[in-house]
């Protein structure tokens, strides 16, 4: 089979590999004094993305590997990484979703230098909140992370949540590859920063197109950890004949629920965790489908069902709450109140933004491929920031209310919180949901509380990495 030419909305067709896991890297003894050290090399290597008969793909990976090991940790643990960068440019990690402090966060200029060819940095942290995380550079991130420089992080629960026979990852990517599966260049193209990012034309799981399927029994109950690390692309995941239950969001806890419409919404840099009852019968199959972007539905994978039950059905234990982290809860009454306004993008008439501290109008803009603003600047990866959008006193509550005023949806990512999702539209949420990352619809609007309890100089940006290059990216110091 051939790789379809390049905006071909099907996906490539791979062999019949059945979905791996991610290799595991456990802090074996983390909870020794001192830790455990986990060594990364972040390097070019090469991956079966496609399967055969396709080539391999070159990458850049954490140990060569896409995606990178799966990190574990338990709650509580410290954990020490050793990053050696054997690529041909300086990277950085951030670790997504972890309150780590600032000098831990992997932000090039503003919380370390940037580690340049051949060198290592040694982060080091304690695991405070259980949950799903991931990691990637902070770097050229559209480009290191769209080669493939990423790995799922999982903090496990001190006690390990009942009647859930089995844990599994799903690290989701999108590729643009070229029919010999090669990544096609063009990294930052202008045109489609403003607008969707870079959506490919291969969906991987684990580093794989899943063709030969997800291998389940019946009667099992499922942990099931979405992680979407694509530059761009949503996902909206449907498990046909399946019921998921919602039960953590970035890494949170969150009461069970079902999915809004059965469709699970994983935006770039988002998780989702849930738990998945096995109902079907032995040897049947079910499809997952990708449902998010309107007509452009297609089959993400097929559960398969062994001929072996597990059991002759799933628990009928209730879905517990998993047990809360220890994140400060903001005092909605006394928060203090901040417009952010996200702006730019085509369809929107631009007349400039502040970059660098200077007014630039939109040609000068254009000219710096800068197309996205908050609050009316936009700063530029490896640019000064000057001025933070917000200063924020440490301790206090604090209510950011962000409106879409652009045409696109946004996956705003805050650095170093987990805050509550209060309102949508002006409408309270139902579940006050704790995220990393809230996905703005266009036009839309969010409201999210938090207690600016880490103090430092902390990213806020869009993670449509495309998005984030081209200016949508501000900086929030909590003093
Ligand atoms: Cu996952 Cu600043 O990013
Ligand atoms: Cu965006």
Redesign the pocket.
């Known amino acids: 089979p051939r790789l379809p030419a390049l905006g071909r909305r099907s996906l490539i067709l791979g062999g019949a590999a059945a979905l791996a896991a991610p290799a595991v890297a456990r802090a074996a003894d983390s909870s020794a004094p001192g830790g455990s050290t986990i060594r990364l090399v972040a390097r070019p290597g090469r991956a079966a993305l496609a399967g055969p008969p396709h080539p391999e793909t070159a990458v850049w990976g954490y140990d060569g590997r896409v995606p990178g090991p799966e990190i574990r940790v338990r709650q509580g643990d410290r954990l020490r990484v050793v990053l050696e960068n054997r690529l041909p440019q300086e990277t950085t990690i951030?670790w997504?979703?972890l309150r780590v402090p600032n000098a831990m966060d992997g932000?090039p200029h503003l919380t370390q230098p940037p580690i340049a060819p051949g060198g290592i940095f040694a982060y080091e942290f304690e695991a405070t909140d259980a949950g799903t995380y991931?990691y990637?550079p902070?770097v050229r991130?559209l480009e290191q992370v769209g080669r493939g420089l990423y790995g799922p992080l999982v903090v496990e629960e001190r006690e390990p949540p009942p009647t859930i026979d089995r844990d599994v990852t799903w690290v989701l990517d999108d590729w643009r590859l070229l029919e010999d599966a090669q990544i096609a260049g063009g990294f930052g193209n202008a045109m489609e920063a403003g607008m969707t990012g870079r959506i490919g034309n291969t969906v991987t799981v684990n580093g794989r197109v899943p063709e030969g399927g997800f291998a389940v029994r019946s009667g099992e109950r499922l942990r099931l950890r979405l992680v979407n690390a694509a530059n761009a692309r949503i996902f909206g995941l449907v498990f046909e004949g399946h019921e998921p239950v919602v039960v953590a969001l970035d890494g949170q806890p969150v009461a069970p629920h079902a999915p809004e419409d059965g469709r699970v919404v994983v935006g770039p840099?988002m998780r989702v965790d849930l738990v998945l009852d096995m109902t079907g019968q032995p040897g049947a199959r079910a499809r997952v489908l990708d449902t998010y972007y309107a007509r452009l539905e297609y089959k993400l994978l097929e559960i398969a069902y062994g001929a072996e039950p597990l059991r002759d059905r799933p628990p009928t234990a209730p879905i517990a709450t998993l047990p809360a982290n220890p994140v400060p809860e903001p005092d909605l009454a006394r928060a203090e109140r901040h417009a952010v306004v996200l702006g730019g993008g085509m369809m929107n008439h631009l007349e400039g933004a502040l970059v660098d501290g200077r007014w630039l109008d939109a040609r000068e803009m254009m000219r710096r491929d800068l197309t996205w603003t908050v609050n009316g600047t936009a700063a530029a990866p490896g640019g000064h920031v000057h001025d933070p959008l917000v200063v924020l006193r440490r301790n206090a509550s604090y209510l950011l209310a962000i409106r879409n005023e652009t045409a696109w949806p946004h996956p705003m990512?805050l650095?170093g919180h987990s805050f509550r999702v209060v309102a949508r539209n002006g409408v309270p949420t139902r579940h006050r949901e704790w995220q990393d990352?809230v996905l703005i619809p266009r036009r839309e609007s969010a409201e999210i509380a938090f207690v600016a309890d880490n103090p430092g100089d902390w990213?806020f940006?869009c993670?449509v990495l495309e998005h984030?290059a081209a200016g949508m990216m501000g900086l929030v110091r909590v003093a």
Do not use: E, L, P, R
Request: charged fraction near 0%.
């Open positions: 951030h997504h979703g932000v991931w990637h902070h991130s840099g990512h650095h990352t990213m940006h993670h984030q």
